[in-house]
């Protein structure tokens, strides 16, 4: 299995949903925290980031106005329980 391939299960997982026009990926966790997933095909990696957007925006056609780098390179096989871990601190 593929890195995408193992990557796209995970987003599955966790119910991320994929804004159509661009490889990002996006969780809600509260009112305007979002976990961000950018996916990169041609080199095969993701990067995974905490964001704020104003209520109401949508993760798809807005900027945010805070944003945290969480991991770069996201590796399904290693990272997985940072993903488990921020859903957990927004229950």
């Keep these: 299995m593929s890195i995408l391939q193992k990557i796209e299960s ?3 997982h966790f119910g991320f949903q994929e804004c159509s ?3 990002m990926n996006f ?3 509260a009112n305007d925290d979002y976990l961000i997933m950018d996916i990169f095909e041609r ?3 993701a990067d995974l ?3 704020k957007f104003r ?3 949508n993760p798809c056609n807005s900027e945010p106005y805070w944003k945290e780098t969480i991991r770069l390179g996201f590796s399904p096989e ?3 329980q ?3 871990d921020y859903i957990e601190k927004y229950k």
């Design 78 to 80: 290693l990272d997985v």
């Design 82 to 84: 940072i993903i488990r």
């Design 55 to 57: 209520t109401g925006n």
């Design 10 to 12: 995970i987003l599955f």
């Design 43 to 45: 080199s095969e990696t």
């Design 49 to 51: 980031f905490h964001v």
């Design 27 to 29: 969780l809600k966790l």
């Design 21 to 23: 026009k661009s490889n």
